[in-house]
């Protein structure tokens, strides 16, 4: 049998999963259970507050993944361009590698909830809020001054979601080449 | 009572809102019968394939809804970098006055079935597709040259899907001021 913290953790990775393909509305607390293979009991012993409370910890699990990946696509990268361009690279491999069911893993979730759920809009705006942050951050450390680095984080942010939307949309990874384009420009112009 | 072609277009302003606040999966039939106050048989005459042909005339309405906005936006502006200005404004402008429950019309719904329903994802895709063209057609208009019209209208596009994302969550239109500066830079960048 397997361990609680192992049933929690496995329900988190299927919840987050389903959320991201399909969002919140479209997945069922059974869809969760036969995606986990976590026996029933555990999930009402991990979420009491049952579906939401499941859906705030798959946020947290998307906001982790998400800014671990910014950590290493800037650990990766030798410039401002070039770190735009590798976070739009490493987002469109993940969305091909997915067959274009993987894009962002909390805009479904986020434009479904924004005005449903507080703690679960809370938790994506905070999320979302913190990739600003660290990409202002990085930008800066590339040489981007102050004041242009928050500014520029939040378009280039805009940008990767809107073209992942596009992308997954249309199946096609070529919104995502533009997107490349358009923020090289962002960083490099002298602002 | 009220005319059937009356029914038809109620429900589907009515479904047309609720996807675009809830999305596709958090809408059930009975929430678009009780906000069009349409007749539960007009919804089976005039929709006998179910939701999912709800679904396809939302989108169908939500696109004729954009490229109206789009064209006036273009007849209101005056060079590249007002047009897309303007298209941010308005954009904001109808986000605020729905209390940030009203984004892209079909966002949502595009992000929850891309690759569950067939029809519903072909309509977004051809939605999107044609919004592309359409910006891209502008902006030749005014003066932006054949080879960077297309893909500076995805990187418009993806700007204003994304900042929408974010101001929509954040419940501020900060994202959108940012958007108008990225995409100010990309029609004026001599590249």
Redesign the interface.
């Known amino acids: 049998m397997a361990k609680p913290s192992d049933s929690k953790e496995k329900t988190l990775a299927a919840a987050a999963r389903l959320f991201c393909?399909?969002?919140?509305?479209?997945t069922a607390l059974h869809d969760i259970l036969a995606a986990s293979g976590a026996p029933r009991g555990s999930l009402y012993f991990h979420f009491p507050r049952g579906k939401e409370e499941i859906a705030e910890g798959a946020v947290a699990l998307g906001d982790r993944a998400v800014r671990a990946f910014i950590a290493q696509v800037a650990e990766a990268s030798r410039s401002a361009e070039t770190f735009a361009i590798n976070l739009a690279r490493g987002m469109a491999a993940r969305l091909e590698a997915s067959?274009?069911?993987e894009?962002c893993p909390l805009?479904?979730t986020?434009?479904?909830i924004?005005?449903?759920s507080e703690s679960v809009?809370k938790a994506?705006?905070d999320a979302?809020?913190a990739w600003e942050g660290e990409i202002a951050q990085v930008l800066r450390r590339f040489g981007i001054d102050k004041k242009r680095a928050a500014?520029?984080a939040?378009?280039i942010?805009?940008?990767?979601?809107?073209?992942l939307?596009?992308a997954?949309?249309?199946?096609s990874l070529?919104?995502m080449r533009?997107?490349e384009?358009?923020m090289r420009?962002?960083v490099t112009?002298p602002g």
Chains 1, 2 share one sequence.
């Open positions: 393909r399909r969002g919140y509305h479209g067959d274009f069911r894009g805009a479904t986020a434009l479904e924004a005005t449903d809009g994506t705006r979302f809020a500014p520029a939040t378009a942010l805009s940008q990767l979601e809107g073209a939307l596009l997954r949309t249309y199946r070529e919104p533009r997107a384009d358009a420009l962002l112009s």
